[in-house]
């Protein structure tokens, strides 16, 4: 052994397992060295500093308004603007609304990154047979799976979750109050809904409730829809057809209230919603399902994809 120059391994033996990680991370590096990746993420943090700003220009504003209200009553109606003004503040204040907002508007750019990024994350390693290379190694199927289910999910979180609690911190930091005391915005009659460590607990239910189902719905559609185009129209399909479609059917149509869950992105928000704190009079459109029934619809889907790609990578030819 010595002549050979071989010598023994000095570190840690680790589970198998501690493979899903180093799998995450080149697909995650492969990502990052696209340009367009950067693009859309700075799509991203401009709606981000809309939010982390636009409180600070409103109350600006409200404070001007106070001041030059007579000045201003020429060139309209200042009680309407400054009710216009007070209406923004309400939904950037740091209450639900506020994040069930950020989270709404920015799922719509994630949802586009996510289209542009499969080819790129899951659908070359079929393509150009690099799946080979990873099963060939002494990992399993499910290892490479989750591997990749990881890398959409740091995605996804880069996008939603972290300039989420970038604001809340904002929040925290203006008035230490907002962090501790539950009742913060009914005590102040500024909002509704919880504030303090509930919410925050909800920012975080709802962005790993996104993560973990684009992260798996991605992986199971760009393995299967291997090419750019057809992953694109498939995508877009699954969320913007399918939301006309329950649409057409429950508020044009008229028909059972539960065709809304043909809309998964609705199912995502209905769910997130009462992640936040919301209650089911509150969550708009009024018609809609309950939250149970949206969880089921969600982990049935799940469920179906991790089988599919079960029989996707276990056809997969290995030469060990």
Request: glycine content about 10%; charged content about 15%; some cysteine.
């Amino acid at each position: 052994m010595q002549l050979l120059h071989y010598r023994s391994w000095q570190g840690t033996f680790h589970s198998s397992w501690w493979a899903v990680w180093p799998i995450a991370r080149v697909a995650l590096g492969t990502l990052l060295r696209r340009k367009l990746f950067w693009t859309l993420y700075s799509f991203g943090l401009l709606l981000f500093l809309m939010f982390f700003f636009g409180a600070f220009l409103l109350a600006w504003a409200e404070s001007q308004m106070a001041v030059s209200g007579p000045q201003l009553g020429k060139m309209g109606d200042p009680g309407r603007m400054m009710r216009g003004i007070r209406s923004a503040l309400r939904i950037l204040n740091g209450s639900q609304d506020t994040f069930q907002y950020f989270f709404a508007y920015q799922g719509g750019i994630v949802v586009v990154m996510l289209a542009l990024a499969g080819s790129i994350l899951i659908g070359n390693d079929f393509t150009f047979k690099s799946l080979v290379f990873y099963l060939a190694k002494p990992i399993g199927r499910w290892h490479y799976i989750l591997g990749k289910c990881l890398a959409v999910a740091i995605v996804v979180q880069l996008m939603t979750t972290l300039p989420a609690l970038v604001l809340y911190g904002q929040r925290a930091f203006d008035d230490w109050e907002y962090f501790w005391h539950v009742n913060y915005f009914i005590d102040n009659d500024t909002g509704k809904g919880p504030a303090g460590i509930v919410l925050l607990f909800g920012i975080l239910g709802y962005g790993t409730m996104l993560s973990v189902f684009l992260s798996i719905l991605l992986v199971a559609t760009a393995s299967w829809m291997r090419r750019t185009m057809p992953l694109i129209m498939v995508w877009m399909s699954l969320f913007f057809f399918l939301r006309l479609l329950a649409n057409i059917l429950v508020d044009g149509l008229r028909y059972n209230v539960r065709w809304r869950l043909l809309d998964l992105w609705n199912d995502l928000t209905l769910l997130g919603q009462g992640c936040l704190g919301y209650a089911s009079d509150d969550i708009s459109p009024k018609l809609h399902p309950e939250f149970w029934e949206a969880g089921l619809v969600l982990i049935g889907v799940s469920v179906v994809c991790l089988i599919y790609l079960n029989f996707r990578t276990r056809g997969v030819e290995i030469v060990r």
